[in-house]
Each structure stands twice: as C-alpha cells, then as structure tokens.
C-alpha cells in the first residue's frame, strides 16, 4: 500500500490531454491529467468515465447541453454519450475509468495515447 500525493503527482505533468496512472482499483485506473484547450468530441461504447476537477472549471459538452464542472464537483459520463471535454484555462483532473478506457474512445487520432504510470 501506498500514500499517494495528488499535488506531488500534477507536479510531475508538464504537457495536457495525456493521462498519467496513479492508482489501480479493481480493474479500473485513477489518472490524473492537466487539461487545457478543446480535446475531440467521442464516445466510449462500453466505458464510463469520471471527471473529478481538482483545480480549475471544465466544461463539458454534450450534443444537448454543456456541463460546467468546478472545483470539488464530478461528472459521470455514461458508456455510449458523445462528449467533448473544454477547458478555457488549466484544468486538473482526477479520471477513474476501466483499464481499458482509451482517451479518444471511438476516435482514433493523433491524440490516442497510451497512459503510463507515475
């Protein structure tokens, strides 16, 4: 078992949109990921994920609305909903999702990384 140290961990960051694992729960992955700009609108088809904004506000949007996601708060995106996520300033982001969850889900792209741990 291990303490792990959130802040000590962003600090580790220095790019956006690349998930970073720190934690394994069952057989899913707690990431963490510094956001900034538009990512690509996807999906995943069997994944949910959960965004938990640890400093800053994402805005997430959806075909029929946009979320806005603050500080303390989480979003739920079920399996199958088409989202984008946008961050007009840096955003943190705590991300618990399957080990199998690929970042852009349905959309392969130059942006589909593979997520190492730190």
Request: no cysteine; hydrophobic share 40%.
């Given at each position: 078992?291990?303490?792990?140290?959130?802040?000590?961990?962003?600090?580790?960051?220095?790019?956006?949109?690349?998930?970073?694992?720190?934690?394994?729960l069952?057989?899913?992955?707690?990431?963490?990921?510094?956001?900034?700009?538009?990512?690509?609108?996807?999906?995943?088809?069997?994944?949910?994920?959960?965004?938990?904004?640890?400093?800053?506000?994402?805005?997430?949007?959806?075909?029929?609305?946009?979320?806005?996601?603050?500080?303390?708060?989480?979003?739920?995106?079920?399996?199958?909903?088409?989202?984008?996520?946008?961050?007009?300033?840096?955003?943190?982001?705590?991300?618990?999702?399957?080990?199998?969850?690929?970042?852009?889900?349905?959309?392969?792209?130059?942006?589909?990384?593979n997520?190492?741990?730190?």
């Open positions: 078992m291990n303490v792990v140290n959130i802040a000590s961990k962003f600090n580790l960051i220095q790019d956006h949109w690349h998930p970073r694992i720190v934690g394994q069952n057989d899913s992955y707690i990431k963490l990921a510094k956001l900034k700009g538009e990512f690509i609108w996807h999906k995943h088809e069997v994944e949910d994920e959960l965004f938990l904004v640890i400093k800053g506000r994402l805005r997430m949007m959806l075909r029929d609305q946009e979320l806005s996601i603050t500080e303390g708060e989480f979003v739920i995106i079920p399996h199958g909903v088409e989202h984008k996520p946008v961050a007009d300033e840096e955003v943190h982001v705590v991300l618990l999702e399957p080990k199998s969850t690929v970042n852009t889900g349905d959309v392969p792209s130059e942006r589909t990384i997520p190492e741990w730190i």
